[in-house]
């Protein structure tokens, strides 16, 4: 039996930032980790927004945190020509394959439609069957801070 997912912008589930600050440390250790130069905590109050970029939305199942994802003007520095950008996104270990990313990609394009884009970008290493599922288009490739990295693109 599929469970009932809860989509709720950040800035109303303040209550869930030091669960969301131990997943992302644990989504991205490189970067949020012990040694890593990005601060969790800070990054995530700065999306607790609701008609402004950068927000973000939390998934919810039976009250605890299953996933979350953003839109925030810039992501990639070498693509500062586009944007606005989906990022952040990670569904938990146990729950991923579920739909539950698919649900969050749906609250993030309502809420950049509802902000009046007309389209919005992604660059992901690993959510290219995501995006593909969801109708986007792949625009290029690239390496970024190390990574390859795929540009895609929906139109809202």
């Not at 749906?106 to 290493?125: D, L, N, P, V, W």
């Amino acid at each position: 039996m599929k469970q009932r997912v809860t989509i709720k912008p950040l800035v109303e589930c303040r209550s869930y930032l030091s669960n969301l600050v131990g997943h992302f440390e644990n989504e991205w250790p490189e970067y949020y980790g012990a040694v890593g130069r990005g601060n969790a905590r800070s990054d995530l109050e700065s999306y607790a927004n609701i008609e402004t970029l950068p927000v973000g939305v939390v998934a919810l199942v039976d009250d605890k945190v299953c996933g979350f994802m953003a839109l925030k003007a810039d992501s990639i520095s070498t693509r500062a020509d586009l944007g606005p950008w989906v990022a952040a996104g990670f569904v938990v270990p146990g729950l991923r394959g579920q739909g539950i990313g698919s649900i969050l990609l749906k609250a993030i394009e309502e809420f950049a439609s509802t902000m009046e884009f007309e389209q919005i970008y992604s660059g992901t290493e690993k959510a290219h069957n995501l995006l593909f599922r969801a109708g986007w288009h792949k625009n290029e490739d690239l390496v970024y801070d190390g990574a390859d990295i795929s540009i895609f693109s929906n139109k809202l």
